[in-house]
């Protein structure tokens, strides 16, 4: 992983603090429910996890982007990214 940032604070016009608006923050500060990662093409649930940018340091890779992949629509050849 980078230590880069990539997003930054810029100077907007703060929104609104109206009753809509404090509903949305409450619902942003949930947690997330778990979900099953499930294949938007085929429906499959397997998947498969892959490394992009992998970077060789002292003959160890290190870094990379993962991501995962569907292994039956790999399987068909095609790359349907999941995450
Ligand atoms: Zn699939």
């Known amino acids: 992983m980078t230590d880069k940032h990539r ?3 810029i100077h907007g016009t703060p929104t609104l ?3 809509a608006e404090q ?5 942003r500060a949930m947690p ?3 979900y099953m990662v499930q ?3 085929c429906g499959g649930r397997e998947v498969i996890e ?4 992998v970077m ?3 003959g160890k890779p290190v870094g990379g982007t993962k991501q995962l992949l569907c292994v ?3 399987l068909k050849g095609e790359r349907v990214l999941l995450v």
């Open 72 to 74: 039956g629509c790999l």
């Open 56 to 58: 060789m340091k002292n």
């Open 32 to 34: 997330k429910p778990a």
């Open 39 to 41: 294949c938007h093409r």
């Open 50 to 53: 892959t490394k992009t940018g």
């Open 17 to 19: 603090d109206t009753s």
């Open 7 to 9: 997003f930054h604070v």
């Open 23 to 27: 509903v949305r923050k409450r619902v």
